[in-house]
Every structure is written in C-alpha cells, then in structure tokens.
T-cell receptor, first 116, second 114 residues
Framework: KAGVTQTPRYLIKTRGQQVTLSCSPISGHRSVSWYQQTPGQGLQFLFEYFSETQRNKGNFPGRFSGRQFSNSRSEMNVSTLELGDSALYLC???FGYGGLKYNEQFFGPGTRLTVL | DQQVKQNSPSLSVQEGRISILNCDYTNSMFDYFLWYKKYPAEGPTFLISISSIKDKNEDGRFTVFLNKSAKHLSLHIVPSQPGDSAVYFCAASAWETSGSRLTFGEGTQLTVNP
C-alpha cells in the first residue's frame, strides 16, 4: 500500500510570491491534515479536510488556505509569502471517522519551503 | 500557549539501557495521546498511543505511561538500540472537540550510543 506522498519535496520562493503544495493520501483515507514545522514553533496544526470540507482549522492567517478534491487529494496554498513561512510542511492522512483511537495519522515526507 | 511540553530537548543513553522521554500537558480536554518518532528529511512515524481511560500501554520495547492527575505522560524504551536515535514527539488530541487535530510538543532528540 503506497504511503502519503507530497510534491514537490523542495521549493524556493521569494517574498510576495504564492505557492501551492500537494498531498496524496493513502488509498481509502478521507481525512487530510496539514502541519507546519519550524525550529522555533515546532509542529503546528494548519487545517484538516474531510470529504472535501474543511473540518478543523488552526491559528494561521488567511494567507494559508487549502482544499480537498473528490479523490481525497489535498492542496494547500500560501499567498504573499513572508520570510517566516520558511518551514517544513507536513501532510497526514487518516480514515477520519470512528474516533482517534482508530485513526492513526500517517505522515508524508514533507515539503521543505524556503522563502528568500 | 504551549499546551503540550517536552522539557528536555535532548537525551543521551547507552545501548541496552532504558530511555525515558517525558511530556506534560495543560489542556484537560485531551483524551488521546500519541508518540511519534522522526528522522531527518522524513515525516513523523507513529509509535504508540494511549487513551485517557488507561494509565499504561505496552508494545514490544515501548511503553507509554499516563498520569492524568499530574497531566504527565512518559515513553519508556527498553532496551534502547542505536536505531532508536531520532527526534521523539509527544502529541495530544481531543477527538470530541477537535477531531483529528494533533497538538505536538517541541520534541526530544534521543541519541543511543553503542
């Protein structure tokens, strides 16, 4: 069974640009969550999508947005990039229902975004 | 507001000995706790979890203990092996109120010396 895949693995952008990251969950998983990892803040929850709907949202500005398609694949977008957006962006997938005990989250390898 | 804290950024242990990683939390709504292991350039890998209705869960060399009154959990690795060297994250969830959302600690770098 294929794991969670994220593309691209590495990205370099400049301030003010926008970026789109992609995540393909494990087959059969309907929930996709996004996390940002930085040295100073650790792993921070961005948002979760389940069946094409945003089900949960963290404390990030509106420049961070996402969506989920009917095949459960998800994209996140960051507009007007700032230097502080440089981070590892991780995607995690799970079935998304039945309680967390039955919903081990499987993480992808992440996309390393560098903003210059 | 850091709701999940791992106060030790690093831990060094001899091969064969016990590794004990600690985690404290403040949110009493958390009802499920997990430990993840992370190697550089990879995503976190799930290790072991515990529900708030239990105080211990064991899986091979890994045991997680939960002390709800102290809002404290720990991960014991016995015996420790060099391949266990990685960053370990404690995470917590409140499924009824926050669904799949995980709140992570800052991580502890474990080094197991041969």
């Amino acid at each position: 069974k294929a794991g969670v895949t994220q593309t691209p693995r590495y990205l370099i952008k400049t301030r003010g640009q926008q970026v789109t990251l992609s995540c393909s969950p494990i087959s059969g998983h309907r929930s996709v969550s996004w996390y940002q990892q930085t040295p100073g803040q650790g792993l921070q929850f961005l948002f979760e999508y389940f069946s094409e709907t945003q089900r949960n949202k963290g404390n990030f500005p509106g420049r961070f947005s996402g969506r989920q398609f009917s095949n459960s694949r998800s994209e996140m977008n960051v507009s007007t990039l700032e230097l502080g957006d440089s981070a590892l962006y991780l995607c995690a997938s799970s079935f998304g229902y039945g309680g967390l005990k039955y919903n081990e989250q499987f993480f992808g390898p992440g996309t390393r975004l560098t903003v210059l | 507001d850091q709701q999940v804290k791992q106060n030790s950024p690093s831990l060094s242990v001899q091969e064969g000995r016990i590794s004990i990683l600690n985690c404290d939390y403040t949110n009493s709504m958390f009802d499920y706790f997990l430990w993840y292991k992370k190697y550089p350039a990879e995503g976190p890998t799930f290790l072991i979890s515990i529900s708030s209705i239990k105080d211990k869960n064991e899986d091979g060399r890994f045991t997680v203990f939960l002390n709800k009154s102290a809002k404290h959990l720990s991960l014991h690795i016995v015996p420790s092996q060099p391949g266990d060297s990685a960053v370990y994250f404690c995470a917590a969830s409140a499924w009824e109120t926050s669904g799949s959302r995980l709140t992570f600690g800052e991580g502890t770098q474990l080094t197991v010396n041969p």
